[in-house]
């Protein structure tokens, strides 16, 4: 069969195109047209393709020690299974394509690649299930059951390999033209690309950092924080501490943060490094390109690189919907805020976003607190865009958080006086000043613009209104 292949192939290459129709194809003439040969032909390649994936087997797990291989970075960038399973389905796709047949195309497709995507698909099945098991194994590190800096490094490695892989898997089997079987397996690596990833990171910040590393504690405990109206809960000084960069990071969130460190510091080596690997291979055959610096496979850093950028949004996605809930109070657990607390808060939001390369260049202390906060560095993600948009107002100076929220009640009361309009006998309504209501500013079109051109002049870019009425009738002036 591989002779008549061969000659098949030497044939056409002889031939032009326009003058190729006609001719019959050996495959056709000794193969496809005898149904016993080629059914034994169908076997014998899914069986071969079968064999070569069973054989690439990257994540095993052994009496409960970690022993995970990963590729060498500098040289691949999926795991041996991901890469023979692609590489046999162009092989497989060109060995299809032997035969003119449509009918037998079809069957090929069936009988032997579509079982082959079933077969890899059970192993990427195998090697997630294997990864998430040695990741959130407790496994007893000095007086710590979190993963070792090494050990959580190998186990989100051999995430990215697997997640880049298994997009590679779904970008191969989108290449046919017309719709079939192989697209909607195609549709299916997708989908499990993205469970991939969500299991990823799920298990990161619900397992590692929620159980093991205080982040549970800490968003508990921000509720207590909020709600004060003096003093630092975080700083390095006490009560009424003046000098810039008085605040520092909240004691319970220091281990959270590292961790969290430690995996997006990885991620972005990762693509570095696979950028500067590509980077070198377009150098190398800029000659064979006469002179062009163009890469044969422009998509390719895009498609190796899915891998640490899916696992740092979405750890990012995951890290802020936490914060916010925090900051938006869904729990109920914060009906009221001071300025002091939200300070605190404000600065644990920066610390964490700055990780993910989101620069700020606001500085939080005790007689500052951002009037919005100016990010630098949101270019292709936009990292923490809301949170950091809900803790800048959260913390906004006194006077300028009034002043914002009297110019957004008078929008929709025009003669109204926020400070001399409230309650003598409502503390609450004397700490907060008049409650200002969403439906209000909802029932006109452009007061509603307007509101919103008021949030962004201050830089809240990110923040609905909903939630900016909700923050500000829950700060204390």
């Not at 032997?98 to 082959?116: H, Y």
Request: proline residues 3%; glycine residues 6%.
């Amino acid at each position: 069969v591989e002779q008549l292949m061969r000659f098949d192939s030497y044939l056409h290459s002889l031939i032009r195109k326009d003058a190729i129709i006609g001719v019959p194809k050996l495959m056709d003439v000794f193969v496809t047209s005898n149904a016993t040969l080629f059914q034994q032909w169908l076997k014998m390649e899914y069986n071969y393709a079968a064999s070569l994936l069973e054989s690439a087997s990257s994540v095993t797990q052994d009496d409960g020690e970690y022993n995970i291989n990963p590729t060498s970075l500098s040289t691949s960038f999926m795991s041996p299974t991901s890469e023979v399973f692609v590489a046999t389905i162009q092989s497989l796709r060109a060995k299809m394509k032997t035969t003119s047949n449509p009918s037998c195309q079809k069957e090929f497709i069936a009988k032997v690649m579509v079982p082959l995507c079933t077969s890899y698909m059970d192993v990427l099945h195998e090697t997630a299930s294997s990864l998430r098991t040695i990741l959130i194994a407790k496994r007893r590190v000095g007086s710590t059951t979190i993963p070792s800096d090494v050990d959580l490094q190998k186990n989100v490695v051999g995430w990215m390999e697997v997640i880049a892989g298994t997009h590679a898997a779904a970008v191969a089997l989108f290449q046919e033209k017309e719709e079939n079987d192989l697209h909607r397996v195609a549709r299916s690596f997708t989908r499990l690309c993205n469970a991939m990833v969500d299991e990823c990171t799920s298990s990161i910040v619900e397992t590692i950092l929620m159980e093991r590393a205080k982040l549970a504690g800490y968003l508990m405990r921000c509720p207590f924080v909020l709600s004060s109206y003096d003093g630092h809960f975080g700083s390095s000084g006490g009560e009424g501490e003046e000098e810039e960069g008085g605040i520092i990071i909240s004691p319970d969130f220091i281990e959270s943060i590292q961790l969290v460190g430690i995996v997006v510091r990885l991620c972005d080596d990762v693509s570095e490094q696979m950028k500067v690997g590509m980077d070198d291979t377009v150098e190398k055959e800029t000659d064979m390109y006469q002179g062009q610096q163009q890469h044969p496979h422009p998509h390719v850093l895009n498609l190796i690189q899915v891998g640490p950028q899916a696992i740092k949004s979405s750890l990012a996605k995951r890290l802020e919907e936490k914060m916010l809930e925090v900051a938006l109070d869904v729990q109920g657990m914060t009906p009221e805020f001071g300025w002091r607390g939200a300070q605190q808060f404000h600065f644990d939001c920066m610390e964490l976003a700055s990780l993910f390369g989101v620069s700020t260049t606001t500085t939080i202390s005790s007689n500052g607190g951002g009037g919005g906060v100016k990010r630098s560095c949101l270019k292709e993600k936009d990292y923490f865009g809301c949170l950091l948009d809900a803790a800048s107002l959260m913390a906004m100076k006194p006077e300028k958080f009034a002043s914002l929220k009297e110019v957004l009640y008078k929008l929709v009361h025009p003669g109204g006086d926020m400070t001399t309009m409230a309650k003598e006998d409502d503390d609450n309504l004397q700490r907060q000043g008049l409650i200002l209501h969403y439906d209000d500013f909802h029932a006109d079109g452009t007061i509603m613009n307007e509101a919103q051109s008021m949030l962004l002049a201050k830089g809240l870019v990110y923040l609905d209104l909903d939630d900016a009425i909700s923050i500000m009738n829950r700060r204390g002036l």
